[in-house]
Each structure stands twice: as C-alpha cells, then as structure tokens.
C-alpha cells in the first residue's frame, strides 16, 4: 500500500527499449518513480528487490513469458504484491487475450497505442481503489 510522503512506483515490464524507455520518461514526468524490466524472470528480480512497487504495467507479448503469467507469478512469490493492481498493455485485441489477461488476475487490459492521458486516469483509478480496497476491472 502506497505511503504518505513517496511517489508511487510502477514496475514496467516491456521488451522493446524504445516502448519502454518512452513510457518511463512519461511515467516519471507524471509524478511516478518507476522501475523497469525487459522480461517476466526480470520483472521478477526487480519486485524481489524492491518492496514499494504499487502498480504492474505489463506488455502482453515479453521474450520468456506472457505478461498475464508475469503478474500470476509475482502475486504467488511475493505476498506484498498479492493485490497490487497490475495492468496489461498489448498490441494484441480480442476476446482471449483479454480473459487470459483477466484470468490470471490482470486488472486492467489496454490496447497499443494508448492514449497516455486514458492510461494515467486508469493507473491513478487502480491506486485509488487499492488505497479503499475496492475492485476495478477495466477493459
């Protein structure tokens, strides 16, 4: 849970540099401090080593395992991230990526490109409902 006096950290998970240093740079200049990992074992490492992550954004599509497994797995090894909301970002729209994403415990399933100002209001929703602990699924 976040606490008073810190920024709010977002762990995101993506492959490609360029996508991934670019939605750092946005992240941060939002108000974020944000960690960033190439691949799910990666993501792994980093959530091992750092305890403050309050939100998971997470690429679908990642060179060793799916993004929704990425979260599955961190919300099994790490019990401060049981319910950290987490959000998938994918080039990939349909049905069965969205339940996958849902089915491993995803809160969010947002389509590449996104409009940055949907995906902040979608991240500070989840912090905010983490914060009362209320559910939010976002499609």
Known sequence: ???????????????????QQMMKLLLE??????????TGNEALAVAAANSDIDVVLTD?????M???????????????LKYVPSIV??????????????????????V???NFDSLLGVIRLLLRANQTQQEVFVS
């Open 112 to 114: 590449k490109p996104p």
């Open 89 to 110: 970002l994918t080039a990939f729209d349909g049905r069965e990526y969205r339940n996958r994403a849902f089915e491993a415990g995803c809160d969010a399933f947002i």
């Open 29 to 38: 200049e939002s108000g974020f401090h944000v960690l960033t990992a190439t």
């Open 60 to 64: 679908f599509s990642l060179p060793d």
């Open 66 to 80: 799916a993004g929704p497994n990425v979260v599955r797995r961190l919300r099994q090894i790490n019990a401060r």
């Open 1 to 19: 849970m976040l606490q008073m006096g810190r920024l709010p950290t977002i762990l995101v998970v993506e492959d490609y540099t360029d996508t």
